[in-house]
């Protein structure tokens, strides 16, 4: 049988006056594992969170979190879970430690405990040497460990991350990050929400994208990427040769495109496990001269592209789901 996941919700609604913040949305998350909630600006993704996290109720639709219902059980859920919120209300003139401390006071550990708790986490996190400074010194990086740190004093089983790593230069994300996998190796199971692909695609183990309050694609990274229809191929050409787009047409599954020059050939293909040098040895068979050939595999982008008609990082609210995206919609889901 299956395990009761640690996090369930179903039918989520939420309103805010004429605003849909969530039209009813269904997420699952199995113990020890991560789900990340993919969307652009204003998607819904924190509504979400502040639902499941007991700080706000739904309109409809009802969670559960480690077993507990997040209405009529709110006080047990806030026991069993970690937060680490995009405007975490840690202290700017307190050290680093003294913040930790006090969330773990205020969470109800004795100070004794609470002590203990922040030097194994300032530790942990690599604040042991930054511990007496108060926090308005700390580098975008460094608060960023001290808000995870900060989550996980009363050790939850869950843990909420809210975009942990928005607003980070790269390697300060990608210290992040390895903390983030570290804690799921642990055993904890986590939500949580980002902008970024990237940081779903190396983080996650199922995602959900969401637009406009809703689900609109789930899945894993593999099987998102692998529903936009697969890999595409380019082909360069040492000099424009027609019969080239001949040669090409029984490994392809759409229409060849060719650029103005005629040199660069482009068009969608189903499989790609060595398809490359496949290719390479069919146009060589039709007598075509070939610079490179490259196969292309789709990346989240990609998938989100296919699902909205935009990309990501654009908060223009457009047409949702263009034709593609209905196909594509149709196939995950
Ligand atoms: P971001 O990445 O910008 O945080 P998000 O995906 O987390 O975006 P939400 O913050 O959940 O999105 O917002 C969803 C929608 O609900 C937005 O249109 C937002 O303006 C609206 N909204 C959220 N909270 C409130 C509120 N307290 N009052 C009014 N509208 C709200």
Known sequence: MAETPMIEARGLTKRYGPVVALAGIDLEVPAGSILGVLGPNGAGKTTAVRILTTLALPDEGHAQVAGFDVTAQAAEVRKHIGVTAQDATLDELLTGRQNLVMVGELSGLRRSQAKARAAELLERFDLADAANRVLKTYSGGMRRRLDLAAGLTTRPPVLFLDEPTTGLDP?????VWGLIRDLVSDGLTLLLTTQYLDEADYLADRIVVIDHGRVIAEGSSQELKAATGGATLE???TTPQAEAVDALSRFVAGPV?????????????????GLATTVVRALD????????VEVHQPSLDDVFFALTGRGADETAHGEVADVAGVALEGAIR
């Open 171 to 175: 390697t300060s994300r990608v210290n």
């Open 257 to 273: 495109h060719t650029s103005h020059d005629g040199r660069r050939l482009r068009a969608p293909v189903r499989s790609a496990s």
């Open 285 to 292: 068979e039709a007598g075509v001269l070939v610079d490179d």
């Open 235 to 237: 082909v360069t050409l």
